[in-house]
């Protein structure tokens, strides 16, 4: 199993960034894939979600500026992010739950986003 996220960078605010997570390994499909960040000193959060059917949410600090989504095979997972805000700033990290065989959380090396004011 394994989740290689790119696509982080350096952006002025108001910007945009695009990032991709690659996920291998996983021997069923019905996963729940996620987008989580983490900011220097603060806990890690959650930022978006897919569900295996389709279903998907949003924090509400990215509500309407972030979309999510996948490819159809659900191997790749991106994270279209638009007015970018200083406070966007962090590490994000690519996230699977899986149901089958078991329940099990994975996650990628994360990929750092730095929004300068």
């Known amino acids: 199993v394994r989740l290689v996220e790119s696509g982080g960078g350096l952006v002025q605010a108001g910007g945009s960034l695009r990032l991709s997570c690659a996920a291998s390994g996983f021997p069923y499909g019905d996963n729940i894939m996620a987008w989580f960040r983490q900011a220097p000193g603060k806990e890690r959060e959650g930022v978006a979600c897919?569900?295996?059917?389709?279903?998907?949410a949003y924090s509400d600090s990215v509500k309407g500026r972030f979309t999510i989504s996948r490819d159809t095979d659900k191997t790749k997972l991106y994270l279209q992010m638009s007015g970018l805000k200083s406070e966007d700033t962090g590490v994000y990290y690519c996230n699977v739950e899986t149901i089958r065989p078991e329940r099990s959380f994975y996650w990628g090396q994360g990929t750092q986003v730095t929004v300068s004011a």
């Open positions: 897919i569900s295996p059917d389709g279903p998907i």
